[in-house]
């Protein structure tokens, strides 16, 4: 059976005859759909325009229009609620502060758990057959004998993790750490060394408290290194925009008179002056030495480019800041598979200076993550220096290095200046950078790229070098593809080794220590990525698309072998998910960008966990 290009070459005996497949859902389709309802013929809607013999189509407005366009917007989200809505205090075992007949919410627990939906138990995966209808044995359940919404042999996922579970007697895993008193009823369970343990090394960090969002929220938090930058920044905006005199043979230059050097020039003395005369004279009288330089408070001394701390990435694999999937519990899966460096998902710096908690989340890092940084996209140096500031003010130790975004492609951040927009702007990056590297102290500065903003307009291989010895970053991230081509067709990987060489040269030219330089695009295997590492000299890779589709690519490339993982094996680890089995295809390695046939797996669990997708 001859396959269309573009699909991954799976055995001939593994392939279905493409008439036996039906109607498959369209998963693209589905995420880029804009409307809601189905009404029947499109064509319909087409001829319902206005006309002299029917009513007027309503004209949508902007506000209407805007809230169609975008993705996942024809998908429903429902919500589940209960019957019963049961006080958060007395549901976690506390007592609440308005008691039970001023409360709006049930202190009534026996009639909650009666009204309550039953337990979800997830099942572990020796239960489950390879046959249809693969679920396992309902003898399993174990009800609880009053009440028949808890089961005894659920477990609770937060419960096991930690030792306590926040949610209560709310949990839909309730049967996990509930027991039965004969004085009191039910009561809920606690594990208190495991409580102690997961606050030694489990508890997330990197939280900011109201007060500070208070002082962003009302414009009153300081930012006096912002302050001194953006002053200079303006000072020198100024400087070049003043017109110069042009002269030619006829002009007349007249010298300026010359001064008398005996006249006073300097400023008169403010009390600021006057109190610091005032305290060297007290310390002269009672030591009998006049001050010295050393006992005169001064500034400090800005931190210099070589003095921050170098980052030694070499041979380390990096998850990539993946936008709205990359995080923090798909981060703690890939650190358990290998992962050594992950990275925040994109915050706005406008957001972050807003104090929007929503934003201020992104930033949480859990232990695990060895090596954690948190990505920033501005369109300018008076928003994203600030963004640095703060970051480093309040977070401190607890990062250990910040990412500007200057690869995002899509249009809502492009068009506002950020993202790949700036690749078109070097001179403001530039600006950026070094205003962020002043204000961070020692964190470093890395910067994400693509290798332009159009096709056949590559701009990477001269804003490299620059930030490399120039502006200061730590480490450069380049992305083989260009804003315009966003991820169709094969990244340039013969350009990402152009840009490492630019580098390195002018690296060399100005004596400087090399920088950990990462490339990015279409790897999806343990032999494309050392291929792609020992062809361009990156000192690694960005792993994005391929890390969403499988996890245990980190563990395929430190191990330096292709995982021919089974259909049990990969439904204990992610339980759903779109994956072609390597050990289906004709040759190695698979290929990203293909797309799956219809095939049947090894087994009906394989066929079944690749349709849950």
Known sequence: MSLPAG???????????????????????????????????????RDNRDSRSGPARVKMTKEQKKAQRGANKGRRFGKVRDELDLCWRVANGTTCEYGAEQCRFTHDIPAYLVAKQHDIRIPDVSEISNTPPFAPDLSMLNPHPEYQSINLNTICPIFAETGDCRYGFKCRFLGGHVELDEVKGLSLVKDEDKKARTALSSQ???????????????????????????????????????????????????????????????????????????????LEKRTGEAPTSSTVETPDVPIRFPEKKRLHWSGKTYLAPL?????????????????????????????????SKEEWSLVRRHPAEKIFGVQVAGNKPSTLVPTAEVLAKELDSNIDFVDVNCGCPIDLVFKSGSGSALLDAPGKLGKILIGMNRALGEIPVTVKLRTGVKDGKNTAHKTMPRAATEWGAGCITLHGRTRQQRYTRLADWDYIKECVEAVRAKEAEEDLPPIPIFGGGDCYSSQGYWS??????????????????????????????????????????????????????????????????????????????????
């Open 532 to 613: 792609n590492v020992e062809k361009t000299g990156v000192d690694g890779i960005m792993l994005g698309r391929g890390a969403l589709i499988k996890p245990w690519l980190f563990t395929e490339i430190k191990e330096r072998r292709e995982w021919d993982i089974s259909s049990r094996e990969r439904l204990d680890l992610i339980r759903t998910y779109r994956y072609v089995p390597i050990g289906l295809l004709e040759h190695l390695p698979a290929r990203i960008n293909d797309r799956a046939p219809a095939f049947r797996g090894r087994n009906e669990l394989g066929r079944f966990t690749f349709a849950m997708t």
């Open 7 to 45: 699909t991954a070459p799976v055995k001939t005996e593994f392939l279905l005859p493409v008439n036996n497949t039906g109607n498959a859902p369209d998963d693209d389709a589905a995420e880029g759909a804009t409307n809601h309802t189905k009404t029947g013929d499109p064509r319909d809607a």
């Open 323 to 355: 936008t709205t999937v990359g995080n923090l519990p798909f981060r703690q899966l890939c650190v358990k598979y290998g992962a050594d460096i992950t990275c925040g998902e994109m915050g706005l710096a406008n957001s972050f200076l807003a104090g």
């Open 204 to 282: 997330e960090v990197n939280f900011i408290g109201a007060d500070i969002q208070r002082q962003l929220r009302s414009k009153k938090y300081p930012f006096p290194i912002s302050g001194v930058y953006l002053r200079e920044v303006q000072e020198q905006n100024d400087a070049e925009a003043k017109p110069k005199a042009i002269t030619n043979v006829n002009s007349v230059v007249l010298a300026e008179p010359e001064q008398d050097m005996d006249v006073d020039t300097s400023a008169p003395q403010g009390p600021a002056e006057a109190l610091v005369s005032s305290v060297e004279a007290i």
